[in-house]
């Protein structure tokens, strides 16, 4: 049976940690000897976890439909900080977040021997790769289009590459504000929120007469939401589905990101393969002395 890990608990964790009882990654073997391998994973409807079961071969066709083959025993949190705070108190711990959120919390394992960073992405030597999409509706407003119009213009590619994220225009044009006004609710991804809201900070500065607030939830409710009308831009960090554009929602690509797999600083782990990775998180391999021997 899964676990399920929340911001609560983390905080709860953390406060344990603070007061010196009952660390788990104090006591754990940082990847080595027998220790067991604490495999987290992201929540149904996470674009991240769409994203890396595609990338890593984890879904399967059984019968015509695809099948998440995350092992049971995954704990699973609920969003990309819970997940790094998650990681950073299990030594023994192995998960995956997007690589602009990446921090000196945890530590990125080296990928089939390239470095998860920016420069790999784009040379392509880092393979493990995923779109950052807006997800637009039939019927945007204009202060909507602004915003997008603002995010793909240079001033937007900028502040994305600027936050580590790798931009998808580099010859747009400058950002010339229209006479639109009103508020845009944006709502999605945990994983595209960060820079979503670096976004907004700019945007706010550049064009006073529109509001724009940011929602954290997940890609399928990103999605979901958009086409239900509560948010008037969605955010999702996977592809969307046939069976989501089928009702009336359309996705534009404003970055790409890549897969950043995490373990614990402690671990004596820097590199696995792509097979490896698959083993681990289908529960074909649990424990880190079948990885390091």
């Given at each position: 049976m899964k676990k399920f890990i929340s911001f609560a608990l983390i905080a709860a964790m953390a406060v344990t940690t603070l007061v010196g009882c009952g660390n788990k990654g104090a006591k754990a073997d940082g990847g080595s000897s027998d220790a067991a391998i604490t495999v987290m994973s992201r929540e149904d409807g996470?674009?991240?976890?769409?994203?890396?079961?595609?990338?890593?071969?984890?879904?399967?066709?059984?019968?015509?439909?695809?099948?998440?083959?995350?092992?049971?025993?995954?704990?699973?949190?609920?969003s990309t900080s819970v997940m790094m705070s998650s990681v950073a108190n299990?030594?023994?711990?192995?998960?995956?977040?997007s690589l602009g959120s990446l921090n000196d919390t945890v530590k990125a394992v080296k990928i089939d021997g390239a470095e998860a960073s920016?420069?790999?992405?784009?040379?392509?030597s880092y393979k493990v790769v995923r779109p950052f999409n807006i997800v637009l509706g039939k019927k945007t407003s204009d202060a909507a289009n602004d915003f997008v119009n603002y995010i793909m213009s240079a001033d937007g590619q900028k502040i994305i590459e600027?936050?580590?994220?790798?931009?998808?225009?580099?010859?747009?044009?400058?950002?010339?504000?229209?006479?639109?006004?009103?508020?845009?609710v944006v709502g999605g991804s945990s994983s595209v929120s960060p820079v979503m809201e670096k976004l907004v900070e700019a945007y706010s500065k550049a064009n006073t007469n529109i509001q724009v607030d940011v929602q954290t939830t997940d890609s399928?409710?990103?999605?979901?939401?958009?086409?239900?009308?509560?948010?008037?831009?969605?955010?999702?960090?996977?592809?969307?589905?046939?069976?989501?554009?089928?009702?009336?929602?359309?996705?534009?690509?404003?970055?790409?990101?890549g897969i950043a797999v995490i373990v614990n600083n402690e671990s004596s782990v820097d590199e696995l393969s792509t097979d490896q990775v698959k083993s681990i998180f289908t529960g074909e391999t649990t424990s880190w002395s079948d990885i390091t021997k």
């Open positions: 996470s674009g991240t976890r769409g994203a890396f079961i595609e990338l890593f071969g984890i879904e399967e066709e059984e019968n015509g439909e695809k099948v998440d083959k995350t092992t049971d025993e995954a704990s699973i949190t609920n299990d030594a023994n711990a192995i998960g995956y977040i920016v420069d790999n992405v784009k040379n392509g600027d936050n580590g994220y790798i931009p998808v225009d580099e010859g747009a044009s400058a950002y010339q504000a229209s006479n639109a006004k009103g508020k845009v399928t409710t990103g999605v979901s939401s958009t086409v239900e009308g509560s948010y008037d831009i969605g955010m999702a960090s996977r592809d969307l589905k046939d069976d989501e554009t089928a009702q009336g929602v359309e996705g534009k690509t404003i970055a790409k990101d």
